[in-house]
Nanobody, 120 residues
Framework: QVQLVESGGGLVQPGGSLRLSCVGSGKFSSMYIRGWYRQAPGKIRELVARITVGGDTEYLDSVKGRFTISRDNAGNTVNLQMDSLKPDDTVVYYC??????????????WGQGTQVTVSS
């Protein structure tokens, strides 16, 4: 069983910052945390930022220049630094990962989500 645990969400004023972390744990041969997504009520889940194994990054247009995704050296933690937050950033954020089980089957996992609320 693999778990992705997100942390760092909360309430912040417009213009403030939060740092989300996603940590993978459990039994797996390898894990690759792909990135962060977010989903507002009644809307589809959208990609916020992703990072490749090689370190290349991609961002949702509306967060470019404000959010930064990074991966730790061990590879099982991916962070999302969110600066200059806006009320429109108020949603639940999820991390997503591919992982390989003991039978070499590639599987996908989602975290439980962390709420970010930007409000004065």
């Amino acid at each position: 069983q693999v778990q992705l645990v997100e942390s760092g969400g909360g309430l912040v004023q417009p213009g403030g910052s939060l740092r989300l972390s996603c940590v993978g744990s459990g039994k797996f041969s390898s894990m690759y945390i792909r990135g962060w997504y977010r989903q507002a009520p009644g809307k589809i889940r959208e990609l916020v930022a992703r990072i490749t194994v090689g370190g290349d990054t991609e961002y949702l247009d509306s967060v470019k220049g404000r959010f930064t995704i990074s991966r730790d050296n061990a590879g099982n933690t991916v962070n999302l630094q969110m600066d200059s937050l806006k009320p429109d950033d108020t949603v639940v954020y999820y991390c997503n990962a591919d992982w390989v089980d003991g039978l070499s089957v590639v599987r996908n996992a989602w975290g439980q989500g962390t709420q970010v609320t930007v409000s004065s």
